[in-house]
């Protein structure tokens, strides 16, 4: 294990799985501490909890919370926990978005309390989780702020209306985040994944043909894995990075040019 972010805690919003657990995985490896906080019924916590066992094993700290991650009270029990002024990274991976068509049968279209639920737990929720640490002064002096958007913040795909609609607020929320928590010493930013085959991505209506689609257009002709994200995420920690401030990353290998 290296121990290049010693001392220095990463809080994973949604890390069960997905691209949240492949980025906690290569922190931990860097020495990074983990507190993952998620959502998870009884019959998935068995994979979970083997994973956590693997992340302890590089001789990290590690803290896991299977709460709504969207609630105020979680963030309140959770920020209790950790050391005031370790937090380097706060990741946002959650992934609780309403996948409803907007046309068919009254009861089966997609409703107003669908889109604001979507809202809060793919987008607003980063900012209220922001400033949550920051009130209890748990961020680090030279903190990174990272949220996973998708190429549907542009591109049409049948029943992601909601969470297109919460991507694009994460980017507009990414943006005045980066000028107006400068001065904290904190930089936001939100990384592009490509289309990457994640119980979340399974969900969407015709995933299987839109992963096909994808290994097709993309350069590499594969498909964007986990890990490749984390090392992304990885990078964006790294000093070096200090100066990457307000954009969207995207990791995709190319994919989206086609």
């Not at 949220?147 to 607020?169: H, L």
Request: proline letters at 3%; glycine letters at 8%; a positive charge.
């Amino acid at each position: 294990m290296q121990n290049e972010f010693k001392n220095t805690w990463a809080v994973i919003l949604g890390g069960s799985s997905g691209l949240g657990l492949a980025s906690a995985k290569k922190l931990a490896v860097h020495g990074m501490n983990i507190c993952i906080v998620h959502r998870d019924r009884k019959s998935n916590l068995e994979h979970f909890e083997k994973e956590i066992v693997e992340i302890v094993a590089q001789g990290v700290n590690v803290l896991t919370f299977n709460k709504d991650a969207t609630a105020k009270e979680t963030q309140m029990e959770v920020c209790a926990q950790l050391p005031k002024h370790s937090v380097g990274l706060l990741l946002h991976s959650i992934a609780k978005g309403n996948l409803k068509p907007m046309h068919g049968k009254a009861e089966e279209v997609l409703t107003k309390e669908d889109i604001d639920i979507t809202l809060h737990a793919m987008g607003t929720s980063w900012y209220l989780w922001t400033r949550a640490l920051i009130n209890a002064g748990l961020f680090n002096k030279n903190a990174r702020n990272v949220a996973f958007t998708s190429e549907g913040n542009t591109k049409v795909w049948p029943g992601y209306g909601a969470v297109s609609a919460a991507k694009v607020t994460l980017e507009a929320l990414m943006r005045n985040m980066a000028v107006e928590l400068a001065p904290l010493g904190i930089t936001s930013n939100c990384i592009q994944a490509g289309t990457t085959e994640t119980a979340s991505f399974k969900m969407i209506p015709g995933s299987e043909t839109l992963a096909n689609w994808s290994k097709k257009r993309n350069p590499f002709n594969r498909l964007t894995a986990p890990e490749d994200v984390a090392n992304a995420v990885y990078l964006l920690c790294k000093e070096e990075a200090a100066w990457i401030n307000g954009t969207v990353i995207k990791v995709d290998g190319g994919e989206s040019l086609r």
